[in-house]
């Protein structure tokens, strides 16, 4: 195959040496896997230093919990059976952008300009 590139020679999107720090601002505690690997991040907890590419994945699963809680909770208020229906089978508006919104407030990169990158919203949001 003359037009693929030796996956060695693929730049990483995220700088695997890279550390950031994640907070979870949830009044629970949120698991979820990496790599196979449970990691917890405890309750409304003290930001939580870890490599990089750990703390986007996890940032990213985080913030996805809570831009769908926030939805639901919002369909949730509505009184009329009909709307309230018909509101939970729409998509949730602006979807990724809310994620990433989500993201930029539990996520720092220490020593790297990720959040700032053109292309971070893609990145952290596939």
């Known amino acids: 195959m003359e037009n693929t590139i030796p996956i060695e020679e693929v730049p990483e999107d995220i700088d695997s040496m890279a550390t950031g720090t994640i907070m979870n601002p949830l009044k629970e505690d949120f698991v979820h896997a990496f790599k196979g690997k449970e990691v917890t991040l405890l309750a409304e907890s003290e930001s939580k230093p870890m490599p990089l590419p750990m703390a986007a994945h996890l940032a990213k699963h985080l913030a996805i919990k809570i831009v769908r809680d926030r939805h639901r909770a919002g369909i949730a208020k509505i009184r ?20 990433f919104e989500e993201i930029k407030n539990i996520l720092k990169p220490i020593e790297n300009d990720l959040l700032e990158r053109p292309d971070a919203m893609e990145i952290l949001t596939r």
């Not at 009909?82 to 994620?99: C, F, H, L, M, T």
């Open 80 to 99: 009329d059976d009909k709307k309230r229906d018909e509101e939970s089978r729409k998509a949730i508006p602006n979807y990724k952008g809310q994620i």
